[in-house]
T-cell receptor
Framework: SQKIEQNSEALNIQEGKTATLTCNYT??????LQWYRQDPGRGPVFLLL?????KEKRKERLKVTFDTTLKQSLFHITASQPADSATYLC????????????FGTGTQLKVEL | DGGITQSPKYLFRKEGQNVTLSCEQN?????MYWYRQDPGQGLRLIYY???????QKGDIAEGYSVSREKKESFPLTVTSAQKNPTAFYLC????????????FGQGTRLTVV
């Protein structure tokens, strides 16, 4: 079965720095990879989607890369702010899996002043 | 306003009782999903539905049941067969195509005592 791994340890960074989060997957090739933000006690909110034939996607201070050879996606937040503190989840839709959206375990980001 | 609504936000039940969690969307989405989230964990897929009157088991379907009689509604029943039902339950919907984002409800926190 598909396995999606994100760093379970919280990432603490200083305001203004770039945060980089990692999402690794095994087995089947995903058709699409998505990143979501989740605040405590709330449902996840969609941030970015990248297709398997795309290398990089940007949206404001966010950047996502997708390396199907390494089976890895990197999620970057530049000029990070305390308001960026949250848990970030990657989610994959695998080829041949219909619309089954599978999530990783998430990485908690804390941006300190 | 368009959106996805879960109710109630908090739910308490005695052990051995079945309980049904509500999920309604007015986004005209074809696909709907149920996830379970335990403290410090990612989202695990319980059931998903790509179209009315059809649904598939996710990764942890045992002890749960769903129905999809209407496009707008996808209720989840937590049965007494579910060994550890206390968790945060999230419902989501999407257009149904592979490359679209999922919209989440606010979640229902179920506590079984």
């Amino acid at each position: 079965s598909q396995k999606i791994e994100q760093n379970s340890e919280a990432l603490n960074i200083q305001e203004g720095k770039t945060a980089t989060l990692t999402c690794n997957y095994t087995n089947y090739s995903p058709a699409y990879l998505q990143w979501y933000r989740q605040d405590p006690g709330r449902g996840p909110v969609f941030l970015l989607l990248i297709r398997e034939n795309e290398k990089e996607k940007r949206k404001e201070r966010l950047k996502v890369t997708f390396d199907t050879t390494l089976k890895q996606s990197l999620f970057h937040i530049t000029a990070s702010q305390p308001a960026d503190s949250a848990t970030y989840l990657c989610a994959l839709v695998f080829t041949g899996g219909g619309n089954k959206l599978t999530f990783g375990t998430g990485t908690q980001l804390k941006v300190e002043l | 306003d368009g959106g996805i609504t879960q109710s109630p936000k908090y739910l308490f039940r005695k052990e051995g009782q079945n309980v049904t969690l509500s999920c309604e969307q007015n986004l005209n989405h074809d696909a709907m999903y149920w996830y379970r989230q335990d403290p410090g964990q990612g989202l695990r897929l319980i059931y998903y539905s790509q179209i009315v009157n059809d649904f598939q088991k996710g990764d942890i379907a045992e002890g749960y049941s769903v129905s999809r009689e209407k496009k707008e509604s996808f209720p989840l029943t937590v049965t007494s067969a579910q060994k550890n039902p206390t968790a945060f339950y999230l419902c989501a919907s999407s257009i149904g195509q592979l490359n679209t984002e999922a919209f989440f409800g606010q979640g229902t926190r179920l506590t079984v005592v």
